[in-house]
């Protein structure tokens, strides 16, 4: 997310809190969303490169473990079978969903939501009747476990029991003690997130996110498929952990684009308008600049400059 997404982010927060509307304001959020993934998309659908934690407000332990991560373990089999967690889901490439209200025969009240839709199919209750959440040592889930309750015009959703997954797909980490809020709000056809995750364990201050939907009347979200595990690893000795080794600093992100390392490492100070000028005497003082981009097809090649280590090692 960028710094800019951060600021109308908080915009949003405030403005909701500001007008917010009495009960009667409450709205139908049953139906079929489309998602809109313009916002961040190199992020959400091709995704991001490794080293690329630029607007997540990570402290140094996830970024320690965010730098240790390597593609390849997707292709365990334990791991091909994973769906998106909820710190995540509503994130990704995607999700196309189908909101459906439960509502109590007799008396009419709502019960709760059900979202479906999501990758992996960890799909989501949210609880509107008024039910505490369960203790600390409940199970913690890929979905969590959500509650929601109207605030003027927004529906506030609080997850907790979350499993320890991840907050983007390249390594960057969530642990099962983070909480995330959600505000959804509905005009007319556009459906608005505002996510909040406060996770104690690796991050310096909650992330702030925002994600889009659009109503779609010829949608329909189907039943779930099966994933199917496939040996990917025949190669590899029995036991084997793909990693990078601790200490490892992703610098090609921050090379293709003439970034500083710090600059795409993440942290609280990075989110901010004042780090404006920093970023810029960093990149004035040590004159860095974004790499050529490749030619087009069919082009006289051009003498190459001598290569720049992409990945630093201890």
């Known amino acids: 997310m960028s710094i800019r997404s951060a600021i109308v982010g908080f915009s949003f927060a405030i403005a909701w809190l500001a007008a917010a509307a009495p009960a009667a304001a409450q709205f139908d959020l049953a139906g079929e969303w ?92 949210i ?24 605030e003027g015009n927004a529906l506030k959703v609080t997850t907790t029991h979350m499993k320890a997954a991840f907050i983007q797909r390249n390594g960057a980490p969530s642990s099962y003690k983070a909480v995330m809020t959600e505000y959804y709000v509905r005009h007319g056809e556009h459906l608005l997130l505002l996510s909040l995750i406060d996770d104690p364990v690796y991050l310096e201050e909650p992330m702030v996110r925002t994600s889009n939907w659009m ?59 004042e780090y404006v000028k920093k970023l810029q005497q960093m990149i004035r003082d040590r004159g860095l600049k974004p790499r050529a981009p490749a030619p087009p097809q069919g082009a006289p090649a051009q003498p190459a400059p001598a290569p720049s280590p992409s990945v630093s090692q201890p």
């Not at 710190?87 to 709760?112: C, E, F, H």
């Not at 921050?254 to 100070?269: H, I, K, M, V, W």
């Open 215 to 273: 109503l779609a009347l010829a949608q329909h979200v189907g039943t779930a498929t099966p994933f199917e595990t496939v040996d990917e690893l025949a190669d590899k000795p029995l036991g084997w952990v793909p990693h990078w080794p601790l200490g490892t600093r992703h610098t090609r992100f921050g090379e293709q684009f003439g970034l500083p390392y710090e600059a795409t490492s993440g942290g609280r100070e990075t989110l901010y308008p």
């Open 127 to 150: 609880w509107m009747d008024g039910r505490p959440h369960p203790s600390q040592y409940a199970e913690h889930t890929f979905a969590g476990f959500s509650t929601g309750e109207w």
């Open 34 to 125: 489309a998602a809109r993934t313009g916002e961040d998309q190199p992020h959400r659908v091709p995704g991001p490169d490794l080293g690329d934690y630029t607007g997540l407000p990570l402290n140094a332990a996830a970024r320690q473990k965010a730098e240790s991560w390597d593609a390849s373990i997707l292709s365990q089999p334990e791991q091909q079978a994973k769906p998106h967690p909820a710190q995540y889901q509503m994130r990704g490439p995607g999700p196309n969903m189908r909101w459906t209200k439960i509502v109590d025969p007799v008396s009419g009240r709502l019960i709760a939501f059900t979202v479906v839709g999501m990758f992996g199919r960890a799909d989501r209750t």
